[in-house]
């Protein structure tokens, strides 16, 4: 099989640090795989398939050297002005900020959800948001057999999701220090504020994860409403779902729509207390569903609970994925 080349941008941050954990994992016709990110962090070194790998400074001839891939998590300003670069050279980057989402050229891919956009792009691809991708995995699924009408999001986000920072802030607040990246103390707390807000009184966060699911899911006129909240937890993101149908369902059939779906836990038997958990979430890759049950305040619909690993398919693996299944077409 052919071997690749890839480039990883935001290497120390972590997302890019797990991407390099999660590449090792898949075992993907790797040959070369070069770090890059900010001046700061240049030099900084990690080890890839026992080699030693030195993080270089992501200048504007880091891709000359010619790569198939790039996965950018150094953020929307990086990206915006190096990810055209690289594509440029002939490498396809997958982006993981939020700069190219929207873009009509680019393709928004969650891998079990829409595959077939992939092969769209232009030289980028981008990966949807954290909050974003858990939901729409179990919703693409529902969506194909009782037609979705309506969803409201309720998320419970781990502090992981606002990076490093995020986690100082929770660890170095149970010491009684003050936060530094967030607004209010979070030990003890949540707040519902993810991103900045805009005018109509929604913020960025709860934006994305409203117009990346019309996107995503092909329907740019679905009515769907979000309130984004940062929680004490350290990983993996928790969000009730509460969706109105079209079509009438029959309960325990859509239980087993869902546990035979690509990429879909389900944990749901109130008996026994199961149900998923952000502390059992971690470290996978699937969106663990449950808590499934009628809402009988609508003619059809329902509410169920999601949790998933927030850096892992939220963000490094499902970059990881983009690429594997870059190199399964190019191999076809």
Same mark, same amino acid.
């Given at each position: 099989?052919?071997?690749?080349?890839?480039?990883?941008?935001?290497?120390?941050?972590?997302?890019?640090?797990?991407?390099?954990?999660?590449?090792?994992?898949?075992?993907?016709?790797?040959?070369?795989?070069?770090?890059?990110?900010?001046?700061?962090?240049?030099?900084?070194?990690?080890?890839?398939?026992?080699?030693?790998?030195?993080?270089?400074?992501?200048?504007?001839?880091?891709?000359?050297?010619?790569?198939?891939?790039?996965?950018?998590?150094?953020?929307?300003?990086?990206?915006?002005?190096?990810?055209?670069?690289?594509?440029?050279?002939?490498?396809?980057?997958?982006?993981?900020?939020?700069?190219?989402?929207?873009?009509?050229?680019?393709?928004?891919?969650?891998?079990?959800?829409?595959?077939?956009?992939?092969?769209?792009?232009?030289?980028?691809?981008?990966?949807?948001?954290?909050?974003?991708?858990?939901?729409?995995?179990?919703?693409?699924?529902?969506?194909?057999?009782?037609?979705?009408?309506?969803?409201?999001?309720?998320?419970?986000?781990?502090?992981?999701?606002?990076?490093?920072?995020?986690?100082?802030? &929770?660890?170095?607040? =149970?010491?009684?220090? %003050?936060?530094?990246?967030?607004?209010?103390? +979070?030990? @003890? /707390?949540?707040? $519902?504020?993810?991103?900045?807000?805009?005018?109509?009184?929604?913020?960025?966060?709860?934006?994305?994860?409203?117009?990346?699911?019309?996107?995503?899911?092909?329907?740019?006129?679905?009515?769907?409403?979000?309130?984004?909240?940062?929680?004490?937890?350290?990983?993996?993101?928790?969000?009730?779902?509460?969706?109105?149908?079209?079509?009438?369902?029959?309960?325990?059939? &859509?239980?087993?729509? =869902?546990?035979?779906? %690509?990429?879909?836990?389900?944990?749901?038997? +109130?008996? @026994? /207390?199961?149900? $998923?958990?952000?502390?059992?979430?971690?470290?996978?890759?699937?969106?663990?569903?449950?808590?499934?049950?009628?809402?009988?305040?609508?003619?059809?619909?329902?509410?169920?609970?999601?949790?998933?690993?927030?850096?892992?398919?939220?963000?490094?693996?499902?970059?990881?994925?983009?690429?594997?299944?870059?190199?399964?077409?190019?191999?076809?």
């Amino acid at each position: 099989m052919k071997e690749y080349k890839i480039a990883i941008v935001g290497a120390t941050g972590l997302v890019g640090r797990k991407v390099i954990e999660i590449l090792e994992e898949y075992d993907l016709p790797i040959s070369e795989c070069e770090l890059f990110a900010t001046r700061k962090s240049a030099g900084t070194d990690f080890y890839f398939r026992g080699k030693r790998c030195l993080v270089k400074e992501l200048k504007e001839d880091s891709f000359d050297e010619g790569f198939d891939f790039a996965i950018f998590s150094a953020g929307s300003t990086a990206s915006q002005k190096f990810a055209p670069i690289a594509a440029e050279k002939g490498c396809i980057v997958v982006d993981n900020s939020s700069a190219f989402r929207m873009d009509p050229s680019v393709p928004l891919v969650v891998p079990e959800v829409n595959s077939e956009e992939i092969k769209n792009n232009n030289g980028i691809i981008a990966n949807p948001n954290c909050s974003t991708i858990q939901a729409v995995i179990p919703l693409k699924v529902l969506d194909d057999h009782y037609k979705i009408k309506r969803i409201i999001y309720s998320t419970y986000q781990a502090v992981s999701g606002a990076g490093q920072e995020g986690v100082n802030d &929770l660890e170095k607040g =149970l010491l009684g220090e %003050e936060p530094k990246k967030f607004p209010y103390p +979070i030990v @003890n /707390n949540c707040i $519902p504020h993810i991103d900045s807000f805009m005018d109509n009184g929604y913020t960025k966060e709860e934006e994305k994860m409203i117009n990346e699911t019309r996107k995503i899911l092909n329907n740019p006129d679905l009515k769907i409403t979000a309130t984004t909240v940062r929680v004490p937890v350290i990983n993996s993101h928790s969000e009730s779902i509460n969706v109105e149908f079209e079509n009438k369902f029959d309960i325990a059939e &859509l239980k087993n729509v =869902l546990k035979n779906a %690509e990429g879909i836990i389900v944990q749901d038997d +109130i008996y @026994n /207390n199961v149900y $998923p958990l952000a502390i059992n979430a971690t470290g996978h890759d699937e969106s663990f569903v449950g808590r499934i049950r009628r809402d009988f305040s609508v003619e059809s619909g329902i509410n169920f609970w999601c949790v998933s690993d927030n850096i892992r398919k939220g963000a490094a693996s499902n970059a990881v994925q983009i690429v594997q299944k870059l190199i399964e077409n190019d191999n076809k």
